[in-house]
């Protein structure tokens, strides 16, 4: 949608600025985080005891608001299975959710390159990206070595 400039001119920067409008998105603490462990973890689908496990500096309370805003904001799912005991709730991501995945790579590439002597490359530690990257270089050599 093209805005004219009489048309910008009456709206406050946080309506028509993207940057703005993916802030006030993404931009909570634990938000981005949270989309981290649920794209990179092995099922895709998380619990809350899980999240919790993962973000270990994140309460029970903060975790619980956090989850709450992103499903109502639609970036991730909530899916109860009420017939085991004790009722067991998983998380996923929407669609909405997995498109700021892209976000996640840009910030650990900035965070390689500008985060100082002491980041380094997850690929060196054992995390749920680095495991998917991993695999994809196998992927890689095998097919290399296939042809």
Avoid at 20 to 42: A, M, N, V
Wanted: contains cysteine; aromatic residues 6%; positive net charge.
């Amino acid at each position: 949608m093209t805005i004219t400039t009489e048309a910008a001119a009456d709206m406050q920067p946080e309506v028509f600025c993207p940057i703005r409008q993916t802030i006030k998105i993404l931009g909570k603490r634990w938000t981005i985080l949270i989309i981290k462990e649920l794209y990179y973890g092995k099922k895709k689908t998380l619990g809350f005891m899980d999240l919790k496990k993962k973000l270990a500096n994140i309460s029970a309370k903060v975790l619980s608001q956090r989850l709450t805003e992103m499903i109502d904001e639609n970036l991730i799912k909530k899916r109860v299975h009420a017939k085991k005991t004790p009722v067991r709730v998983y998380y996923s991501l929407t669609e909405k959710g997995s498109d700021a995945c892209d976000i996640i790579e840009g910030l650990k590439a900035y965070g390689l390159k500008w985060g100082g002597k002491y980041v380094n490359d997850c690929k060196d530690i054992d995390c749920e990206l680095c495991e998917k990257i991993r695999i994809e270089e196998k992927r890689s050599v095998l097919s290399r070595g296939a042809l």
